[in-house]
């Protein structure tokens, strides 16, 4: 005579081949030649991450979109950078503004910046007048704008 209890060994294993044998007669999942490709995600640009020294190719994607030069784009992300930095001497009146590099390269003063389409931008760089100093030398009374273009 045989028992009918309810869960015992047998219908444990027999429900676990059950469920195995399932499993593998599911269809695998195959790629479909027919979906569209999807474009990689665009790198997200997180507001926390602003650097005061740095405007990155994230930021300008993100914030800056409907900016068309170097200026435009200073003017409304980073207009400190622009500001006058003050007498160069005590015998000379004249105020400062910082000098504009491209590529680490001598362009001059300000106007060069609105030359400069924001579209060929991966990094706009502010140099204090130390730093700008330590780098290219002296000269530098109001810091140094270098624009990274990535065409090195």
Same mark, same amino acid.
């Given at each position: ?14 429900? !676990? ?8 007669? &599911? ?6 030649? #027919?979906?569209? &490709?999807?474009?990689?995600? =665009?790198?997200? #640009? ?6 005061? %020294? ?11 979109? %409907? ?5 435009? @784009?200073?003017? =409304?992300?980073?207009?400190?950078? !622009?500001?006058?930095?003050? *007498?160069?001497? #005590? ?27 924001? %579209?060929?931008? *991966? =990094? @706009?760089? #502010?140099?204090?007048?130390?730093? &700008? ?12 704008? %270098? ?6």
């Amino acid at each position: 005579m045989r028992s009918s209890t309810r869960g015992g060994p047998r219908s444990f294993l027999a429900g !676990l081949l059950l469920s195995s044998a399932m499993a593998g007669c &599911a269809p695998a999942s195959a790629p479909d030649p #027919f979906r569209a &490709a999807t474009a990689p995600p =665009r790198p997200s #640009f997180d507001p926390g991450q602003i650097k005061p %020294n740095e405007i990155g190719r994230p930021e300008i994607l993100a914030r800056g979109k %409907n900016d068309l030069t170097a200026m435009a @784009l200073i003017r =409304r992300l980073r207009p400190g950078w !622009l500001t006058v930095r003050g *007498q160069i001497s #005590f015998t000379d009146g004249a105020s400062s503004y910082p000098i504009v590099y491209i590529d680490e390269v001598r362009h001059g003063g300000l106007p060069t910046l609105h030359g400069i389409p924001a %579209n060929e931008i *991966q =990094r @706009l760089e #502010f140099y204090s007048t130390a730093d &700008a100093t330590t780098r290219w030398g002296t000269g530098h009374t109001a810091g140094v704008i %270098n624009v990274v273009t990535g065409r090195r």
